[in-house]
């Protein structure tokens, strides 16, 4: 059985936008059995080019049932129902983040028609619902509006179907990535009820021998994601292997990658071996040379005892950060390595240096700019508390670093929104210091926005 969903929203955010109208058609593989739709009050404003595209207009849904009101019969619905949408990681992401705020763990199986079109009726220039539709002669009675594409999705499903059956293939079938799962001993109930949260995921063999460990910021689709993965040896011999499988929510997803790292220098399972080795390339790392300006290396990963200042899986992204700094700072090019030169830089010539590279810029006034990509590069501050979100929504976590030195991480509940640094660090497990943990925190904090961080 089938739920073919539609929903249209406030924006194309899932935290922080809301549904405004929601359809849903139930649908049995061969025809339409039920068909439910209602406009939905998000309980904030619709901007006015989100109404301009679909027609719905705050006046219209402020009489209409908030989400928490229609949130049962969606349950009840679409319960045993595969989830199917156009671009089904848009609906579903939606609809999961409305029911996460009501603190329910909403998850079905997914299918994107998108995704399906694209196999099974290749040749189309554009697989947007509009066009395809107009390709294949369905009308859509309402475009942009919840039923009227839900409606134009299940005729597009049915053809789907129909030629599937004509070709002989099995991809509707074989959608359920559970499907591909090699050892009889894996219970598939217990993949389908994994979480999806970050998280840290274990592989255990027949013997109840762990294999392999992993994190996620969606811990049930990575983990399906190794049992459909034939590109390798190794991936199929590790699903041959795997009996059964645990995991370890972390609310967060830079707690998910230390306790990763220290679960696996812990257990060094098998299909984890050597694996850290390649994850990060290239390293940025700094010195002072004999005229007294900081300077700074870009180079491949050494297994020097001091760590670096920063660490990249991809040259093209150590340049990319490097150039971003000496525009941000101020930086000169030579002294930064990117710039080769026995003379100044490029940058001197346009005026965008002051002269550090031919000594016209003295080494105490220069390495004031320099000392902030240093700092930047070291947290910001020697002592921080680094808050994001906990495993539900009460909840948060907290990563302490102190003098520059990772102490370890755990979790506490605000009160009224205050966060005391005395109960924070109270709630703090030690976990070691070491090059590692050093790297995936600047890189996480570089590369991505956390609640916040607190200087104690």
């Given at each position: 059985m089938?739920?073919?969903?539609d929903?249209?929203t406030?924006?194309?955010?899932?935290k922080?936008?809301?549904?405004?109208?929601?359809?849903?058609v139930?649908?049995?593989?061969q025809?339409?059995?039920?068909e439910?739709?209602t406009?939905?009050?998000?309980?904030?404003?619709?901007p006015?080019?989100?109404s301009?595209?679909?027609?719905i207009t705050?006046?219209m849904?402020?009489g209409?049932?908030?989400f928490?009101?229609v949130a049962?019969?969606?349950?009840?619905l679409?319960?045993?129902?595969?989830?199917?949408?156009h671009?089904?990681?848009?609906d579903?992401?939606?609809?999961r983040?409305e029911f996460?705020?009501?603190?329910?763990?909403?998850?079905?199986?997914?299918?994107?028609?998108v995704r399906?079109?694209?196999?099974i009726l290749?040749?189309h220039q554009?697989?947007?619902?509009g066009?395809?539709?107009?390709?294949?002669?369905?009308?859509?009675?309402?475009?942009?509006?919840a039923?009227?594409?839900a409606?134009?999705?299940?005729?597009?499903?049915?053809?789907?179907v129909r030629?599937?059956s004509?070709n002989n293939t099995n991809?509707?079938?074989?959608?359920?990535?559970?499907?591909?799962?090699?050892?009889?001993?894996?219970?598939?109930?217990?993949?389908?009820?994994?979480?999806?949260v970050p998280g840290?995921?274990?592989?255990?063999?027949?013997?109840?021998?762990?294999v392999?460990i992993g994190?996620?910021k969606?811990?049930?689709?990575?983990?399906?994601?190794?049992f459909?993965?034939?590109?390798?040896g190794?991936?199929?011999r590790?699903?041959t292997?795997?009996?059964?499988?645990?995991?370890d929510?972390?609310?967060?997803?830079l707690?998910?990658?230390?306790?990763?790292?220290?679960?696996?220098?812990?257990?060094q399972?098998?299909f984890n071996?050597?694996?850290r080795r390649?994850?990060?390339?290239?390293?940025?790392?700094?010195y002072?040379?004999d005229?007294g300006?900081?300077?700074?290396?870009l180079?491949?990963?050494?297994?020097?005892q001091?760590?670096?200042?920063?660490?990249?899986?991809?040259?093209a992204e150590?340049h990319g950060?490097l150039n971003?700094?000496?525009?941000r700072f101020?930086?000169?090019q030579k002294?930064?390595g990117v710039?080769?030169?026995?003379?100044?830089c490029?940058?001197?010539?346009?005026?965008a240096?002051?002269?550090?590279?031919i000594?016209?810029e003295p080494?105490v006034?220069?390495?004031?700019r320099?000392?902030?990509?240093?700092d930047?590069?070291r947290f910001g501050?020697?002592?921080l508390?680094?808050?994001?979100?906990g495993?539900n929504?009460?909840e948060?976590?907290v990563?302490?670093?102190?003098?520059?030195?990772?102490i370890?991480?755990?979790?506490f509940?605000?009160?009224?929104q205050?966060y005391?640094p005395d109960?924070?660090?109270?709630?703090?497990?030690s976990?070691?210091?070491?090059?590692e943990?050093?790297?995936?925190i600047?890189?996480?904090?570089?590369n991505?926005?956390?609640?916040?961080i607190?200087?104690?």
């Open positions: 089938y739920a073919i969903v929903i249209e406030t924006g194309g955010n899932p922080k936008d809301k549904i405004t109208e929601i359809a849903v139930l649908h049995d593989g025809k339409v059995i039920h439910f739709s406009l939905i009050n998000p309980e904030c404003r619709i006015h080019h989100i301009s595209l679909t027609g705050n006046e849904v402020a209409s049932p908030k928490y009101e049962k019969e969606l349950v009840e679409t319960r045993d129902h595969v989830f199917v949408a671009n089904v990681s848009f579903y992401n939606f609809v983040s996460q705020r009501l603190g329910y763990d909403y998850w079905r199986e997914q299918l994107c028609t399906l079109s694209r196999k290749p040749g554009s697989y947007s619902l066009r395809l539709c107009d390709d294949l002669n369905i009308s859509i009675n309402g475009r942009h509006r039923m009227g594409d409606a134009a999705t299940s005729v597009l499903f049915e053809m789907l030629e599937e004509r991809y509707i079938a074989g959608s359920d990535k559970t499907t591909g799962i090699r050892n009889p001993l894996l219970d598939t109930d217990k993949l389908k009820c994994l979480p999806e840290v995921y274990y592989f255990y063999n027949q013997q109840t021998e762990l392999y994190k996620s969606n811990i049930k689709s990575r983990v399906l994601s190794h459909s993965n034939h590109s390798s190794k991936a199929m590790m699903q292997m795997v009996a059964d499988v645990d995991c929510c972390t609310g967060s997803e707690i998910a990658l230390l306790r990763e790292s220290h679960e696996i220098k812990k257990h399972p098998v071996r050597r694996q390649s994850m990060f390339r290239y390293e940025l790392c700094s002072t040379d005229k300006y900081i300077r700074f290396v180079d491949k990963t050494s297994e020097r001091t760590a670096p200042l920063n660490t990249f899986t991809t040259k150590a950060f971003r700094m000496i525009e101020g930086l000169c002294l930064c710039y080769p030169s026995e003379n100044h490029f940058h001197y010539e346009i005026g240096c002051k002269g550090a590279c000594g016209k080494p006034k220069y390495n004031l320099a000392n902030k990509l240093l930047f590069c501050y020697h002592n508390l680094i808050i994001d979100e495993r929504r009460e948060k976590s990563v302490k670093i102190e003098k520059g030195k990772y370890g991480f755990g979790y509940t605000p009160s009224f205050e005391n109960i924070m660090h109270e709630c703090i497990s976990y070691p210091d070491n090059r943990v050093q790297q995936i600047r890189q996480y904090l570089h991505n926005n956390v609640e916040r607190i200087e104690y």
